[in-house]
T-cell receptor
Framework: DGGITQSPKYLFRKEGQNVTLSCEQNLNHDAMYWYRQDPGQGLRLIYYSQIVNDFQKGDIAEGYSVSREKKESFPLTVTSAQKNPTAFYLC????????????FGPGTRLTVL | AQSVTQLDSQVPVFEEAPVELRCNYSSSVSVYLFWYVQYPNQGLQLLLK??????LVKGINGFEAEFNKSQTSFHLRKPSVHISDTAEYFC???????????FGTGTKLQVIP
């Protein structure tokens, strides 16, 4: 089955530690996205990538970093510079010609203790 | 710039009753409009989308939405809700071409038995 996988489902880290969230897709989509979801705030765009080896900052990129070395993978690193990292993180992908419909992964809930 | 406003953060409704979830958008150019549904601790799933053509769009699970350009609205409706429709619903807008997708803050639909 084609889709997007995110791992792990739940992640706990101590304050001050960097952590990397995985996102893999086998839909052959060119574009991939990372969103952060907090209660009552909807989805906010962190980073997005339209093509391999290229990515752009979204609305809340500070304290985060990404890489896009392969078409199917778009990992997100939450660094110690992110002041409030506890949140639900969603990865998505889309393909040109599909009206920019976004296909979402199941999400990773990060809790920083 | 584009924006999306979901006027209701929570909507309780009795089972088998009709429901309307409201969405208004703002954009200086033509846009694509989407409704997504999110079940607890899961990613988002596309319900329906509008690009052009008929202003009444039908989606999955018996939902439909009507695009009203003069009122810049894209309200979601279902004539008879089921317990399984309990979820959070997000309205989204984009200009297309891998441009940024802006999501609303979400509306939690609670279906009461």
């Amino acid at each position: 089955d084609g889709g997007i996988t995110q791992s792990p489902k739940y992640l706990f880290r101590k304050e001050g530690q960097n952590v990397t969230l995985s996102c893999e897709q086998n839909l052959n989509h060119d574009a991939m996205y990372w969103y952060r979801q907090d209660p009552g705030q909807g989805l906010r765009l962190i980073y997005y990538s339209q093509i391999v080896n290229d990515f752009q900052k979204g609305d809340i990129a500070e304290g985060y970093s990404v890489s896009r070395e392969k078409k199917e993978s778009f990992p997100l690193t939450v660094t110690s510079a992110q002041k409030n990292p506890t949140a639900f993180y969603l990865c998505a992908s889309s393909q040109r010609g599909d009206l920019d419909t976004q296909y979402f992964g199941p999400g990773t809930r990060l809790t920083v203790l | 710039a584009q924006s999306v406003t979901q006027l209701d953060s929570q909507v309780p409704v009795f089972e088998e009753a009709p429901v309307e979830l409201r969405c208004n958008y703002s954009s200086s150019v033509s846009v694509y409009l989407f409704w997504y549904v999110q079940y607890p601790n899961q990613g988002l799933q596309l319900l329906l989308k509008y690009l052009s053509g008929s202003t009444l769009v039908k989606g999955i699970n018996g939902f439909e939405a009507e695009f009203n350009k003069s009122q810049t609205s894209f309200h979601l409706r279902k004539p008879s809700v089921h317990i399984s429709d309990t979820a959070e619903y997000f309205c989204a807008v984009t200009r297309g071409g891998y441009q940024k997708v802006t999501f609303g803050t979400g509306t939690k639909l609670q279906v009461i038995p």
